[in-house]
C-alpha cells in the first residue's frame, strides 16, 4: 500500500482530503506544521481540530509544535508581504517534503489543495518543483470538489471552524470592516 505524507493546515480542510485518499487505498499519515497561525490560541484550537479529524478517520500525526515558531514566519515574509502566501505555502510544503523523503513516503501532499480561498495553483506548481529529484512524489488532486461536503461534516462533527485564513494581516483583512465601523473610521 503506497505511503501518503499528508500536510493538515486544519481540521475542516482535512475531512474531505482524508476521505478521498483513503477511498483509493492509500495509507494516510498526517503532518502538523503551520507557523503561520497566530496569535498561539488560534494555533491550539486549529492543532486540536486536525487531531479530532485524524482521531475519527484513525490516522497517525506527525506533530512539528516545536518548530512553531511565529517569529521566523514573519521575518521570513518580512518585505514579502504583498506575495506572503506563496512564501507561507513554501515553508509549510518545503517542511513536509523534508520529512515525507526521511520518511520514505512514497507520495507527500497537503490539505492546502482543498481550500477554494487558497491560490490552488501557486501550490500546485510548489509541489511539482519540490518533488523534483526526491524520493517522495507530490500526489496532486484537485480536492475542492468535496468543499461542501467538508463543510457540512465538519458543523456535523463539531470540528473548530476558523474564520481567517491564519496569519496576522489575514485576521487584520478579515475583521477590517468591523475595526473600520466601531471606531468611526472612514470606509
Ligand atoms: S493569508 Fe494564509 S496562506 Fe497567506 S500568508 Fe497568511 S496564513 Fe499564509
Known amino acids: 500500500m503506497a505511503r501518503v505524507l499528508l500536510h493538515m493546515c486544519c481540521g475542516p480542510c482535512s475531512i474531505t482530503t482524508i476521505k478521498e485518499l483513503q477511498s483509493e487505498g492509500l495509507e494516510i499519515t ?19 481540530g486536525a487531531l479530532e479529524v485524524a482521531n475519527r478517520f484513525d490516522i497517525k500525526v506527525i506533530m512539528r509544535d516545536q518548530e512553531y515558531d511565529p517569529q521566523k514566519w514573519f521575518r521570513t515574509m518580512c518585505y514579502r508581504e504583498e506575495n ?22 512514497d507520495y507527500v501532499t497537503t490539505t492546502l489543495l482543498y481550500s477554494r480561498m487558497q491560490k490552488h495553483e501557486d501550490i500546485k506548481k ?8 526526491g524520493s517522495a512524489k507530490f500526489l496532486y488532486r484537485d480536492f475542492r470538489t468535496g468543499w461542501k461536503e467538508g463543510i457540512e461534516t465538519s458543523k456535523d462533527w463539531g470540528v473548530y471552524r476558523q474564520q481567517y485564513c491564519g ?15 466601531t471606531c468611526g473610521l472612514k470606509k
Open 30 to 48: 498526517g503532518f502538523f506544521y503551520n507557523p503561520n497561525i497566530h496569535p498561539t490560541k488560534e494555533y491550539l484550537r486549529r492543532r486540536e
Open 84 to 105: 506572503r502566501c506563496f512564501h507561507c505555502y513554501a515553508m509549510r510544503m518545503e517542511r513536509a517534503f523534508s520529512i515525507g523523503r526521511k520518511g520514505n513516503f
Open 126 to 133: 510548489l509541489g511539482e518543483d519540490m518533488a523534483q529529484g
Open 167 to 181: 496569519c496576522l494581516y489575514s485576521e487584520g483583512d478579515r475583521y477590517a470592516k468591523e475595526f473600520k465601523e
